[in-house]
T-cell receptor, first 117, second 115 residues
């Protein structure tokens, strides 16, 4: 079975600083994808970044980067130069390849990030 | 770019009533997922469809049913509503043939309140 663990229920960061949101995962599937989503207070779920299990390089999307450490089964999200608009709930998710893994995406419990001036 | 459309955005129902939530996926996306998110909770997978066939089933109550139509839109039908069904219901769509790279794009959600 797949499992995602986000151990930080809440994080605070000062504007313009970098912040790392932790995510560890567990799966027996050799092929899987890892995703991060942002959910602001308005409720919508916004896709941020994707990392494939066979990708050699860490994924980056603008100010977002994914620190992928396969041996440690961690996929931490790094947000550089935090902005007030980054205040939101952040979810880590994974999806296996089926046939032993699971096609059903699994979400973590989320981390609430607050950026203060 | 076109996004996932969900309707209605807000819905108030009374106990034992029925509700129908609609989802229109991103054009050319062939896979639809339904999630339920309670207050302060992570999204819980309910059910998914690929090419109009049910592909996976999660923690969907027997009182709920869903289908995907020929135009790929999907409807979640909820009957005998209970207070505990009050939640944010998300629909997400994806291109199912992408394998593990399949990225789900979420709609804005439908807030259901059962009184």
């Amino acid at each position: 079975a797949q499992k995602i663990t986000q151990t930080q229920p809440g994080m605070f960061v000062q504007e313009k600083e970098a912040v790392t949101l932790d995510c560890t995962y567990d799966t027996s599937d050799p092929s899987y994808g890892l995703f991060w989503y942002k959910q602001p207070s308005s409720g919508e779920m916004i896709f941020l970044i994707y990392q494939g299990s066979y990708d050699q390089q860490n994924a980056t999307e603008g100010r977002y980067s994914l620190n992928f450490q396969k041996a440690r089964k961690s996929a931490n999200l790094v947000i550089s130069a935090s902005q007030l608009g980054d205040s939101a709930m952040y979810f880590c998710a994974m999806r296996g390849a089926g046939s032993g893994g699971s096609y059903i995406p699994t979400f973590g419990r989320g981390t609430s990030l607050i950026v203060h001036p | 770019a076109a996004g996932v459309i969900q309707s209605p955005r807000h819905l108030i129902k009374e106990k034992r009533e029925t509700a129908t939530l609609k989802c229109y996926p991103i054009p050319r996306h062939d896979t639809v997922y339904w999630y339920q998110q309670g207050p302060g909770q992570d999204p819980q997978f309910l059910i998914s469809f690929y090419e109009k066939m049910q592909s996976d089933k999660g923690s969907i109550p027997d009182r709920f049913s869903a289908q995907q139509f020929s135009d790929y839109h999907s409807e979640l039908n909820m009957s005998s509503l209970e207070l505990g069904d009050s939640a944010l219901y998300f629909c997400a769509s994806s291109l199912g043939s992408s394998g593990t790279q399949e990225t789900q794009y979420f709609g804005p959600g439908t807030r259901l309140l059962v009184l």
